[in-house]
């Protein structure tokens, strides 16, 4: 389609000298509901008799998808080529709707944001008022592919919208628009949303730059009074400063010196020990890890650990399988005890037999990794450091 290639050809004569500029904006979706009920009647009229079948035809609402292209002309205004489709059906003065409607629309529209007139803020939400011109094409097709109609008119485009800023990347775009048709003298309507990429950056607001002021020659000289000295940058003079030297990033008190503060460190970790079958005793290969709880336990001196012990179906009753559940999960605990020195009042056991499997008990595989210890070891120690200004303090 020819309108197709203009579209292409103008987003590429656009994007070329901007793509290395700050400010260049991307639409590449655009998805709106296209009303053009309000120029039915006109429609009608005018699309008549091009086949020479004397019907006429008019275009139905339907699905709008397009994209944009842009600059960014100051912070808040930008100009964009647009492109976009409204494919849906056509209707013919017997209410027949066996008929195809495509309409395809080129334009240049300027967003020109509020904060052009209010003041630029740091608000992610930018209204814009929309203005622009362009050209609509709307071709009627029947069930062959044949067109049977059509017409290629001016148009002027009115909106307002507004701009959501995710970041200084991504915008949420979202719009309704009026579309007059000058050649034609009709209204349609249009609402839309889609997401917008800029390139390189907003552009900045430009900062107002005082004007320049004659230098005031003062000869008074100029007298270095030592009290008023703070050679370490903590905002308290020398002469009072009672810890000289203090870091940059730490708070401190009247005196100079850093002020404690008091920081809670809470310990969560897990434990998991498998045995062999009908076993309790531990694997050799478990004990680096029984060693590292231990270790972690005697850092967090309030720690506890509770520890069960589970078993798979196997063995000649539930109460046998109870029972070795129960001494696996006192192997556990005498070892914490006995090899590694935790007070006993720290660990309790408890064992569930064959009661809460983590896996089918009807494979080998899945009673290997129902044989278990599994022991939760919470805790927390609290420390005095010194406040940073960075640290949030509850």
């Known amino acids: ?130 203005v622009g011109a362009g050209q609509s094409k709307l071709e009627i097709k029947d069930s062959s592919g044949d067109k049977i109609s059509g017409t290629k008119d001016t148009i002027g485009n009115l909106g307002l919208g507004a701009m959501y800023r995710i970041n200084d990347a991504l915008s949420l775009r979202g719009e309704a628009r009026a579309i007059h048709n000058f050649d034609n003298n009709w209204w349609e309507g249009m609402a839309l949303a889609g997401l917008e990429v800029v390139l390189g950056g907003h552009l900045a607001p430009t900062v107002a730059v005082p004007p320049m002021q004659e230098p005031v020659v003062d000869n008074t000289p100029v007298v270095v009074v030592e009290a008023d000295l703070d050679s370490d940058g903590d905002g308290v003079p020398d002469s009072i400063d009672a810890c000289p030297g203090t870091p940059m990033n730490v708070v401190v008190d009247e005196r100079g010196c850093p002020v404690p503060v008091d920081i809670t460190d809470e310990l969560k970790m897990e434990l998991r020990v498998f045995f062999d079958n009908d076993k309790s005793a531990i694997k050799n290969q478990y004990k680096p890890e029984i060693a590292k709880v231990a270790e972690k336990m005697r850092e967090y001196p309030n720690s506890t650990a509770r520890v069960e012990g589970h078993a798979s179906k196997t063995g000649p009753s539930a109460r046998y399988n109870q029972r070795l559940s129960e001494a696996r999960a006192v192997a556990v605990k005498s070892m914490l005890t006995n090899e590694f020195g935790i007070a006993p009042n720290r660990l309790s056991t408890v064992g569930y037999g064959y009661d809460n499997p983590i896996a089918s008990n009807d494979t080998e595989e899945g009673r290997a990794m129902n044989r278990r210890v599994y022991a939760i070891i919470t805790g927390d120690k609290t420390m005095t450091v010194e406040q940073t200004k960075d640290m949030v303090v509850q």
Not at 8 to 30: E, H, K, Q, R
Not at 89 to 117: H, K, P, V, Y
């Open 1 to 130: 389609m020819k309108l197709n290639k203009i579209a292409l050809a103008l987003f590429a004569v656009t994007a070329a000298p901007l793509a290395a500029n700050a400010g260049v904006t991307i639409s590449p979706l655009l998805l709106g509901y296209h009303y053009s009920e309000g120029a039915d009647d006109d429609q009608a009229e005018l699309l008549g008799n091009y086949d020479g079948s004397g019907d006429n035809y008019y275009k139905e609402d339907g699905l709008y998808t397009g994209a944009a292209l842009g600059i960014e002309l100051t912070p808040s205004t930008q100009f964009q080529v647009e492109y976009g489709v409204s494919d849906t059906d056509a209707i013919d003065q017997d209410g027949s709707d066996n008929f195809d409607a495509e309409q395809e629309m080129i334009s240049g529209n300027f967003l020109i944001g509020t904060e052009e007139f209010t003041g630029y803020t740091d608000n992610a939400f930018k209204p814009y008022v929309l």
